[in-house]
């Protein structure tokens, strides 16, 4: 456990697993809005994405004597700003290289962490099967 939970109940802080797998929903919702090219959703999507890396960033910024703010900027503000681009041009090919490239980001975190055998990819299914993801 990189840091121990907090002692009081009524000040409960997530776990930095809590805060990733949300992040990981996040991710996977994005896959599907942006593969689906609903532009609309796109936007919203990538914005859960980010709004889950500055929970990690305020609610746990050190990670093992690291810095989460230095981590997550360096394996994340790239591809995040190429999807947001992306997203605004409407362009499906450059969406995939920059959800790649964000994909590619966390493994290499968790390769880096010791946590090699959490490999995020491009999902398959969608869990969330109450949201429409086709336009």
Request: glycine share 6%; hydrophobic share 40%.
């Amino acid at each position: 456990m990189a840091q121990p939970p907090p002692k009081d109940p009524n000040k409960y802080v997530p776990g930095l697993g809590d805060l990733m797998e949300s992040l990981q929903v996040q991710h996977g919702k994005l896959w599907f809005a942006g593969s689906a090219q609903n532009w609309p959703l796109a936007p919203y999507a990538v914005d859960s994405v980010k709004e889950g890396i500055a929970d990690m960033i305020v609610l746990r910024p050190r990670y093992k004597r690291e810095s989460i703010v230095e981590i997550l900027t360096l394996f994340t503000a790239k591809p995040l700003q190429d999807l947001q681009e992306a997203v605004e041009a409407k362009d499906s090919s450059l969406f995939m290289q920059a959800y790649d490239s964000l994909t590619s980001g966390c493994n290499t975190f968790h390769n880096n962490h010791e946590y090699g055998f959490i490999a995020i990819q491009r999902p398959t299914a969608s869990a969330f099967t109450n949201l429409r993801y086709r336009p």
